[in-house]
């Protein structure tokens, strides 16, 4: 059992290490800013009010990813979600070769995008996606194989 001091700690210690990551985790799946930003407080308040214990830096880091993608796959389940037709946001601002990856990327199927963003842009090996996604590293390779391949076909090049 860890004090209220080391709590509002380590909590803060991780909103700046990896806010700006679970923002990003969550609008691949979310595609919206501000729905990504949502999820991202609330898996903070989750870590606030759960109080996990961890075992390393990188067991905290997966647990605040699993949360994320569990929140994401909760809020796309909501009826709310469904039914709204919402603006896209404008991805304007990124440099243009950056802005086509993304918006390539953002055109996958989820099952493709999220490994392709944790592996490219997070920087997970296969095992520890595998680990995070609940998936065999086999299968990881094939989502990453199968969406660098869409890519491709999308963007052309190598990839």
Not at 148 to 157: P, S
Request: proline fraction near 4%.
């Amino acid at each position: 059992m860890i004090d209220a001091y080391e709590l509002n700690e380590s909590v803060r210690k991780a909103v700046a290490s990896y806010s700006d990551s679970l923002v990003k985790i969550a609008f691949a799946y979310l595609k919206n800013v501000a729905d990504s930003e949502e999820v991202a407080q609330e898996v903070f308040l989750a870590y606030l009010q759960k109080s996990p214990v961890f075992d390393s830096v990188d067991h905290e880091k997966a647990w605040l990813i699993r949360t994320t993608i569990n929140k994401c796959k909760n809020l796309l389940k909501t009826g709310w979600f469904k039914s709204r037709s919402p603006i896209p946001d404008n991805l304007s601002y990124l440099p243009k070769d950056e802005y086509t990856v993304m918006q390539a990327v953002l055109s996958l199927d989820k099952k493709y995008r999220i490994p392709i963003h944790l592996h490219y842009y997070e920087g997970y090996s296969l095992e520890e996606i595998a680990d995070i996604l609940h998936a065999k590293p086999a299968t990881v390779g094939t989502w990453l194989a199968r969406g660098r391949k869409q890519l491709k076909e999308v963007i052309g090049g190598d990839l």
